[in-house]
């Protein structure tokens, strides 16, 4: 069964330093997502990405936060100057269409020290 | 705005037992309904959706959903729960319409612990 794979499952880095999260989506999918989650608390949407663009983010997507889909493949987060609240479990997701279910990534857990 | 509340943070249940997830959520319109379900040190996986139709969705692994309008509800139910259910259950919601960018709002979550 297709799913949405994550790479690295662990990350840890130091606070200002640059990291790059990846994602590969199902293939046939069109919309692609970001969500974190900090520990304890609940899924928070990053950005929904289409065609290309940025469709929606929400106030945690700063300028801190990019996304890009390099190759037609993968689908990739990158957090310019880490801090230490930007420790969390990011999940990739993808969908089909449209007004669909995403389907979600096991996830990065991004550690900053 | 829209908001998911899922009241009870931890429930225990014996195995045998069912089960019930309370699921409240604030929205304009009948926004698209999810429940996923996460077991530790997994991803979200999705169990059931509604859209439109019939208010009584199945999903997998034996579980159902009721959507009712009048109570704004969506509540997880699942008539005897099995030790590998105990996980973490995520009630969701998403926009319709020309809002809609595929974004979900996630509930705080509800702790499954299933008692021998």
């Known amino acids: 069964e297709p799913e949405v794979t994550q790479t690295p499952s662990h990350q840890v880095t130091q606070m200002g330093q640059e990291v790059i999260l990846r994602c590969v989506p199902i293939s046939n999918h069109l919309y692609f997502y970001w969500y974190r989650q900090i520990l304890g608390q609940k899924v928070e949407f990053l950005v929904s990405?289409?065609?290309?663009?940025?469709?929606?983010k929400s106030e945690i997507f700063d300028d801190q936060f990019s996304v890009e889909r390099p190759d037609g493949s993968n689908f990739t987060l990158k957090i310019r100057s880490t801090k230490l609240e930007d420790s969390a479990m990011y999940f990739c997701?993808?969908?089909?269409?449209?007004?669909?279910?995403?389907?979600f990534g096991q996830g990065t857990r991004l550690t900053v020290v | 705005a829209q908001s998911v509340t899922q009241p009870d943070i931890h429930i225990t249940v014996s195995e045998g037992a069912s089960l019930e997830l309370r699921c409240n959520y604030s929205y304009g319109a009948t926004p698209y309904l999810f429940w996923y379900v996460q077991s530790p040190g997994q991803g979200l996986q999705l169990l059931l959706k509604y859209f439109s139709g019939d208010t009584l969705v199945q999903g997998i692994k034996g579980f159902e959903a009721e959507f009712k309008r009048s109570q704004s509800s969506f509540n997880l139910r699942k008539p005897s729960v099995h030790w590998s259910d105990a996980a973490e259950y995520f009630c969701a919601v998403g926009a319709r319409g020309s809002s809609n960018t595929g974004k979900l709002i996630f509930g705080q979550g509800t702790t499954l612990q299933v008692k021998p």
């Open positions: 990405f289409y065609n290309n663009e940025i469709s929606e």
């Open positions: 997701a993808s969908g089909p269409e449209f007004n669909t279910e995403a389907f």
